[in-house]
Every structure is written in structure tokens, then in C-alpha cells.
């Protein structure tokens, strides 16, 4: 979740800052920037509710495309 981290650091925010502001918890939002879970609907909605201005596939198709090309190794 490269382009969540960007964001985040654009925005100036600690990881703890960016889970308040998605409504999500610091371990779950954690799990989703260094790729141990994936993003569900639910977070994606929330990224996209709290900012509007960010378009959401490009964060999370990239991260499909990569993860789909890991699960082939």
C-alpha cells in the first residue's frame, strides 16, 4: 500500500492519526499499508468517504496486480 503511505505522509499524519481519521484501528490499518491484509469494501468505502479526492483504484488495483503476481512465485 505504497500509495496509502504517500498519502499519509502528504498529509503529514502517524499511522495512529490515519486510523482515527478512516474510523479504523491502528492494528487493522497497519495490517492493510504493509500487506498482511487486504483491504476490505468497508475500507475501501471509508478511504474514499474521509478522502474524496483520492481515487481508491489506483491504490488498490495496484495492489491486487502485485499480489496476484506473487501468488504465481
Not at 40 to 58: E, G, I, L, Q, Y
Request: proline content about 3%; some cysteine; charged content about 25%.
Amino acid at each position: 500500500m505504497e500509495a496509502l503511505r504517500n498519502l499519509q505522509k502528504e498529509i503529514g499524519f502517524t499511522n495512529k492519526e490515519m486510523a482515527q481519521e478512516l474510523g479504523v484501528s491502528l492494528v487493522l490499518y497497519e495490517q492493510v499499508i504493509t500487506g498482511h491484509r487486504n483491504p476490505s469494501n468497508n475500507f475501501t468505502n471509508k478511504v474514499k468517504k474521509r478522502f474524496p479526492f483520492v481515487d481508491v483504484n489506483n491504490f488498490f488495483c495496484k495492489w491486487t496486480l502485485h499480489y496476484a503476481e506473487l501468488k504465481k512465485v
